[in-house]
């Protein structure tokens, strides 16, 4: 069983940088690849940025690709998401989940969900 919290939303301005902090709860915490999602209103969930369970493996959404930047620290039990040059069209709630399944870019595949945290980025 994995619980996860995530931090580290609200609101900054077009241009600026965010860091999302997602804290676990659990001794598989580290056996687990991690994925960061974000939802806007009216909108379906939509993947953003995966890391394997050792952080060696990472991968993004091409909307994020060169913005954005996912890492871990399992002797913290806590994933990241470095969010640099944030536009508007970043606005969501990212939401931090876990899996055991090497199929990132699916949230069906992910065992385990944060509550979510808003960012919101004004014009």
């Known amino acids: 069983q994995v619980q996860l919290v995530e931090s580290g939303g609200g609101l900054v301005q077009a241009g600026g940088s965010l860091r999302l902090s997602c804290a676990a709860s659990?001794?598989?915490?580290?056996?687990?690849?991690m994925g960061w999602f974000r939802q806007a209103p009216g909108k379906e969930r939509e993947f953003v940025a995966a890391?394997?369970?050792?952080?060696?493996?990472?991968y993004y959404a091409d909307s994020v690709k060169g913005r954005f930047t996912v890492s871990r620290d399992n002797s913290k039990n806590t994933v990241y998401l470095q969010m640099n040059s944030l536009k508007p069209e970043d606005t969501a709630v990212y939401y931090c989940?876990?899996?055991?399944?090497?199929?990132?870019?699916?949230?069906?595949?992910?065992?385990?969900w944060g509550q979510g945290t808003q960012v919101t980025v004004s014009s």
């Open positions: 890391i394997g369970w050792s952080g060696g493996s990472t």
């Open positions: 659990g001794r598989t915490f580290s056996s687990h690849d």
């Open positions: 989940a876990a899996t055991s399944f090497a199929d990132w870019r699916t949230a069906d595949k992910y065992d385990y």
